[in-house]
């Protein structure tokens, strides 16, 4: 099973949006697709239909019910582990960092890719993703402050390396991107040089557009709401260059 985790500290990027449309690509490709929502908010339960009011990830993390138990299958075709508003009193340790990837490890022949969703600013719950995860995307905006973004996801996944060799860089993905500001442009280049010197590739860019917003709302996936859309478009190109990885 590949483990691909959305992470970066900065909020506002698109975490929550990727993980969705990732997760619908698979499913409609016939992909057995498990979901976990590591945020409080549970937006990612909500996109996918999962009900965050069922025991999901709080409980997996304080070791209260297996894995296995906590899954939902979604009218989306996807299996899903959701988020409470507990999660947000989640404290770690560097033996509790590991919980994920242990829970994770019998669920292994049972699904072919799993995507994990992580809430800004809570370093905690992205440290027990990125112990658990095998692929790290991230996920910035066109905006000054992403580069510092960047450096911070960076140097957290390089330290939790020394415990989960199998994770890598998947990879940059630029979202909400409008190439028309030449400041966007501009960017975008310095987020390339500068991934390179990390040795983080620059996957590609998500175009803006209202669909994605339209879908969440309504429960359903993008592709099915709006297969033709800019967005949706770019998530299949996406998808494909991280299975292909």
């Known amino acids: 099973m590949k483990i691909f985790t959305a992470a970066v500290v900065k909020g506002g990027t698109a975490k929550t949006t990727t993980c969705t449309a990732l997760s619908q690509i698979a499913a409609a490709a016939g992909q057995r697709v498990l979901a976990i929502d590591l945020d409080p908010q549970a937006n990612f339960s909500s996109y996918i239909g999962a009900d965050p009011n069922q025991p999901g990830s709080y ?28 999660l947000g009193v989640i404290k ?11 829970a994770l490890e019998p669920l292994k022949n049972n699904f072919d890719v799993c995507f994990i969703d992580t809430p800004p600013g809570i370093l905690e719950l992205q440290n027990v993703a990125l112990h658990a995860t095998t692929g790290l995307i991230i996920p910035l905006e066109p905006d000054s402050s992403s580069l ?11 330290h939790a390396k020394k415990r989960n060799p199998e994770l890598s860089f998947t990879g940059i993905v630029l979202t909400k991107y409008d190439s028309r500001p030449a400041i966007n442009r501009y960017l975008k ?9 990390m040795e983080i590739p620059y996957l590609m860019d998500i175009r803006q557009g209202i669909k994605v917003r339209e879908a969440q709302a309504m429960q359903q996936s993008l592709f099915d709401y709006a297969p033709r859309s800019n967005p949706a478009n770019d998530y299949k190109k996406l998808y494909e260059m991280i299975m292909e990885g």
């Open 59 to 86: 409980d997996l993390l304080n070791d209260t019910t297996a894995a296995l138990q906590l899954i939902q299958q979604t009218e989306q075709g996807i299996f899903a582990i959701s988020a409470s508003r507990n």
């Open 92 to 102: 770690t340790t560097p033996a509790s960092a590991m919980k994920l990837q242990k």
């Open 148 to 158: 510092q973004g960047l450096y911070q996801i960076a140097d957290m996944a390089n």
């Open 189 to 197: 280049d310095v987020l390339i040089e500068k991934g390179a010197e």
